[in-house]
């Protein structure tokens, strides 16, 4: 019973580490778009700065097209905020523990 807990625990840790690190690119594609929808603008340098794995950014942007917060606009890559995304941001994102 011990151990069921324990994993059940790592596996809650894992999943709010990986929203807590979509909510950080969410927020950075936000404040390098100036809260402005459909601003295009590149993450190539968004992985070093984050500290994060290019693979994992990928997956991230990836997750962020699905949930249409922001939209992908090709390779580098060049993204843009939705309006969905920018109502994440402003309303709904102070409702989640994990990026509070």
Do not use: W
């Not at 991230?60 to 699905?66: A, N």
């Amino acid at each position: 019973m011990k151990r069921r807990r324990n994993r059940q625990i790592r596996c809650r840790n894992r999943a709010e580490q990986h929203e807590h690190r979509r909510y950080v690119v969410l927020n950075r594609i936000f404040a390098d778009c100036s809260g402005g929808v459909g601003r295009e603008i590149p993450l190539g340098g968004l992985p070093e700065e984050i500290a994060i794995s290019r693979e994992e950014a990928y997956r991230i942007v990836e997750f962020l097209t699905c949930q249409g917060f922001i939209e992908y606009l090709g390779a580098g890559p060049r993204v843009a905020l939705t309006d969905a995304g920018l109502e994440y941001i402003r309303h709904d994102a102070g409702r989640r523990r994990t990026v509070r």
